[in-house]
């Protein structure tokens, strides 16, 4: 069975700033892996996804994420964040179309001002 | 991507009762899924429902206890029985449609809270 690890609960980061969130997956073969967003009070909104093809991937809202086979690990990255980045950001991964996904705990981004 | 309607949006139940919550896509779907997030956690996925056949539950949640229902490929029901305060958490109910290569959309949820 598959497996995801966001080793960070929490992230503070300041406006303007770069950032990084980490997520390592634990699969066989090459997983569908996702990033989602969500904020207080509202739903699951999909940033990105990946399957095959180009290992960087772009998203909505300014994010991408790279897939690295070696490491087992799909970061997702922003170069400059804003404070409606703040939110609960899941990392999940599918062994295929047909099956559901396993997420992450997730990680808490803070925004300083 | 797909859209999906999650009814109801929220409720508080007595214990030892059940709510049915239901989840109405506006296309033609082949998987839905149903999960769990408890407060302050992450989700759980709890079944698979699939038209035509029975549901397909992950381990730790058994049918007597999220009965599910899949009477078309646009709709589905997950039912809570016999509730207890442990299971008041936000179930979300979710699609996956190849024809949006394999992009899982989330219903807004239903927060539930048993008292």
């Known amino acids: 069975a598959q497996s995801v690890t966001q080793p960070d609960i929490h992230i503070t980061v300041s406006e303007g700033a770069s950032l990084e969130l980490r997520c390592n997956y634990s699969y066989g073969a090459t997983p569908y892996l996702f990033w989602y967003v969500q904020s207080p009070g509202q739903g699951l909104q999909l940033l990105l996804k990946?399957?095959?093809?180009?290992?960087l991937v772009q998203g909505i809202k300014g994010f991408e994420a790279e897939f690295k086979r070696s490491q087992s690990s799909f970061n997702l990255r922003k170069p400059s964040v804003h404070w409606s980045d703040a939110a609960e950001y899941f990392c999940a991964v599918a062994a295929g179309g047909a099956d559901g996904l396993t997420f992450g705990k997730g990680t808490h981004l803070i925004i300083q001002p | 991507s797909a859209v999906i309607s999650q009814k109801p949006s929220r409720d508080i139940c007595q214990r030892g009762t059940s709510l049915t919550i239901q989840c109405q896509v506006d296309?033609?779907?082949?998987?839905m899924f149903w999960y769990r997030q408890q407060p302050g956690q992450s989700l759980t996925l709890i079944a698979t429902?699939?038209?035509?056949?029975?549901?397909?539950?992950e381990s730790g949640f058994v049918i007597d206890k999220f009965p599910i229902s899949r009477p078309n490929l646009t709709f589905s029901t997950l039912t809570v029985s016999n509730m207890s305060p442990e299971d008041s958490s936000i179930y979300l109910c979710?699609?996956?449609?190849?024809?949006?290569?394999?992009?899982?959309?989330f219903g807004s949820g239903t927060r539930l809270t048993v008292v």
């Open positions: 429902a699939n038209q035509g056949s029975e549901a397909t539950y």
């Open positions: 990946y399957f095959s093809g180009d290992t």
């Open positions: 979710s699609v996956e449609a190849s024809t949006y290569n394999y992009g899982y959309t």
């Open positions: 296309s033609q779907v082949t998987m």
